[in-house]
């Protein structure tokens, strides 16, 4: 009999097994994968770290998270840059004066906020006050008709398989906006990629953890839940509850790795091609992540990934929540079970729908552990 049965080796259920196993609990982790880590997972092809479930890259303000995940690895001060492709011209993400500079030929920051306001004059008037309803009115009433339809409108659609006037309005809420020549993707204190990748973190968290790999929760388990005092349910909650309400919706990825010899392929670890004409969102070039901020660029190989977006459908992977009210709804009666349940916790992305990033999975398994063990 063990105290947690912990579905799933990815980030929430990793941590949440460390925690317990520190506090002498036995724990059980298992995964329906050949390996832990879930999407974290990095694996070393001839000295670079791949990614080969989609770029992560650490960065939270949350001083407690940055401190936690601290004692797993060394992290390198990597700062998210990525530039974005357009036809034949190049841009600096996210929206700052690079950018508005390559666009409009603007040099300062009020002459850029002039031809910024000029580009959402429209958007805003006809917004006349109220809250943007859907992706393409906030990114209108945010940077204007330019930016929109050059860095944002392809891209969008391409990531999430809908018009941006079908699509919520938070989701661009994540890229900030800046009159100061600051490439730096995100806002975050902390920032940086582990030195020797993900994988060793959670091998790390699970030191000690007894981890059955290859085992898939659904096939065994009666047999599972018959051994556990209390599971930890990582994996998708409406698979979980046997779609009784429907399915919620998810995106779905695949990739296409290459190993180029070449040393230097796109300079860059991440190259958005913002174009709907190109299949896929992004070119992964992984070894900037380790090795772009450390001088040298250390070997005679690339690896790179490019990045098609695809439909989802039961037997997928499923990468992200389509946070829709539609599909939150759906969740919020998945949840109300799962609220009612007294021996089991949902948690990580797809545990509790959410578009999560590693800081927010980390944040709420630690919020977890605190609920269960005070
Ligand atoms: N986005 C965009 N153009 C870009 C990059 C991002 O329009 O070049 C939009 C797009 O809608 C995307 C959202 O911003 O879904 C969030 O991007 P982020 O890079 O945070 O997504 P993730 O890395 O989680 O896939």
Redesign the pocket.
């Known amino acids: 009999m063990f105290d947690y049965l912990v579905v799933g080796a990815g980030l929430f259920g990793a941590v949440f097994a460390h925690e317990a196993h520190k506090r002498g609990k036995s724990v059980l982790v298992i995964d329906r994968r050949a390996h832990i880590a879930g999407n974290v997972y990095t694996e070393n092809v001839g000295g670079i770290n791949v990614h080969k479930f989609g770029a992560h890259i650490f960065h939270t303000s949350n001083k407690e998270v940055w401190d936690y995940i601290q004692q797993f690895a060394e992290f390198n001060r990597y700062t998210n840059s990525p530039v ?1 492709r357009y036809k034949k011209e190049l841009y600096n ?1 996210p929206f700052n004066m690079n950018t508005f500079s390559q666009m409009w030929g603007v040099r300062t920051p009020s002459e850029a906020q002039a031809k910024l306001d000029e580009q959402k004059a429209e958007a805003v008037a006809a917004l006349n006050g109220r809250e943007p309803a859907n ?1 393409e009115e906030q990114a209108l009433s945010l940077v204007g008709r330019d930016i929109y339809e050059k ?2 409108k392809g ?2 659609e391409k ?2 398989g809908r018009k941006c006037t079908e699509l919520p309005a938070f ?2 809420k ?2 900030p906006v800046r009159l100061v020549y600051d490439n730096n993707y995100f806002n975050d204190k902390y920032q940086g990629i582990p030195v020797g990748g993900y994988t060793q973190i959670v091998e790390k968290m699970l030191e000690g953890v007894e981890v059955r790999l290859g085992v898939d929760f659904f096939k065994e388990r009666g047999a599972l839940v018959a051994d556990a005092r209390k599971i930890v349910f990582t994996g998708m909650i409406d698979e979980y509850y046997d779609y009784k309400f429907g399915e919620l919706e998810y995106r779905s990825l695949r990739f296409e790795t290459e190993d180029l010899p070449q040393e230097n392929y796109q300079g860059n670890a991440v190259v ?1 091609y ?1 174009e709907a004409e190109v299949p896929f969102t992004r070119i992964i070039e992984h070894k900037h992540f380790e090795y772009g901020c450390q001088g040298g660029l250390a070997t005679d190989h690339t690896v790179v990934t490019r990045e098609y977006p695809a439909t989802w459908k039961r037997g997928d992977e499923p990468y992200y929540p389509m946070n829709d009210e539609k599909n939150n709804a759906l969740y919020a009666k998945y949840k109300a079970l799962a609220d009612a349940e007294a021996n089991v916790i949902f948690g990580g992305r797809l545990g509790m729908y959410k578009y999560f990033d590693m800081h927010h999975v980390i944040a709420e398994a630690l919020a977890c552990v605190g609920k269960e063990f005070g």
């Open positions: 974005a993400l992706l860095l944002i891209y969008t990531q999430w989701i661009i994540r890229l958005n913002t």
